[in-house]
């Protein structure tokens, strides 16, 4: 039986690029929950300035610093932003994945994310805010990669994805003027 509090916590995010700051946030996930269940947002779109990669590079990336502690599920984007309608959404996608209701939503921003599920009667989610200890974004990520800045860029990386810096570089070279976007 575990002693964790949680039993299933899940993770929202699109992860373009994944940062030690995403990782805070996984990390103490993992601690306190049982399951961690990481739902990578925009997972159809690939190629564009915003949203360079996709979702299987993505989901690689994950598992190659977090192994076996997380499970890692595509959520396409549906149009109807950050709102109870988004949570739905979210909700049915964990339902399905999972077979249950997430217990914790996990998140590394300040916005209330937890009011997705406010229209769900019967369901209680906490919500976890991570505070930002790692002054860093996914934009800036990828303006380190544009830079070829290896030095800057592997400061806020996992030591795991380093040998990924000059493909990650490429992809986003070639997406970098491609304005187009369905991602909300």
């Not at 369901?123 to 990520?141: E, F, N, W």
């Amino acid at each position: 039986m575990s002693t964790k509090p949680f039993k299933l916590g899940i993770i929202v995010g699109r992860f373009q690029n994944f940062h030690k700051g995403h990782e805070d946030v996984f990390n103490k996930a993992i601690q306190i929950c049982d399951k961690v269940g990481v739902f990578v947002g925009s997972s159809q779109e690939e190629k564009t300035s915003k949203n360079p990669f996709s979702y299987e590079l993505r989901k690689s990336m994950l598992e190659k610093v977090f192994s076996n502690s997380i499970s890692v599920f595509p959520l396409p984007d549906i149009g109807v932003g950050n709102n109870s309608k988004w949570g739905d959404y979210v909700l049915k996608n964990v339902i399905e994945r999972f077979g249950e209701k997430p217990d914790l939503l996990i998140s590394g921003k300040e916005e209330r994310r937890v009011d997705w599920f406010d229209g769900v009667n019967g369901l209680s989610v906490a919500l976890l805010y991570v505070p930002k200890t790692i002054d860093i974004s996914a934009s800036v990520m990828r303006q380190h990669l544009i830079n070829n800045d290896f030095q800057q860029w592997k400061k806020y990386t996992n030591e795991k994805l380093w040998d990924d810096f000059e493909m990650l570089r490429d992809l986003v070279l070639s997406s970098k003027d491609n304005k187009e976007t369905d991602s909300i």
